[in-house]
């Protein structure tokens, strides 16, 4: 079955720029999908198709996706991004989620 | 204001079975695909099961195929989700989502999602 492999934490200094990766095989073939989760609240998505915001979201975040390797770019980096977030494909009909990256803004 | 309500779960024994429901509204939610997410405490997100607009395409993962089953109601604008010979490992808050797409399997993501219901299996 298909893998998503993500950082377990990743950390930025306040106004600093985050870059949390996703890494799959020929990751680059596929749409990723990127969602943030705080504590206690349900995923919110950020990014979808690789680099698309949905309305509300800043433009400080942004997605790329090339090869084996899909990158969640946040930049301007705030407090109020410390979240986890969590890479999303499909794959052989199936959906299949990334194990997640707790980011913390230092 | 678009909206997803988790209903229906609990504590239950295993082997047991357990019917969750999410109501949408402020959607028109014949438009969508929906699907069932779930997340067990402290852990990840995992995916359990999805459903096209009409019913006409349904898949689940490898770990409820064959005692999970996905349904909707356009009419009542319902997604359900029956739990059969519920196990410990199926112990998760239970999220519906709303996909961005019309029919399954077009590789698009999870635009709303409701705040989830959680389910305990244990004796």
Redesign the interface.
Known sequence: ?YELTQPLSVSVALGQTARITCGGNNIGS??V?W?Q?KPG?????VI??DSNR?SGIPERFSGSNSGNTATLTISRAQAGDEA?Y?C???DS????????TKLTVL | EVQLVESGGGLVQPGRSLRLSCAASGFTFDDYAM?W?RQAPGK????VS?ISWNSGSI?Y??SVKGRFTISRDNAKNSLYLQMNSLRAEDTALY?CAKD?RTQ??E?????I????TMVTVSS
């Open positions: 079955s596929k749409n999908h969602y989760q609240q349900a995923p919110v998505l979808y198709r949905p986890d969590y999303q494909v499909w009909s199936s959906v299949v989620f990334g194990g997640g | 699907h997410v990840g997100l995992e995916w999805g898949g993962a490898d999220y961005k399954l399997y590789n698009d993501a999870f635009d999602w409701g705040q989830g």
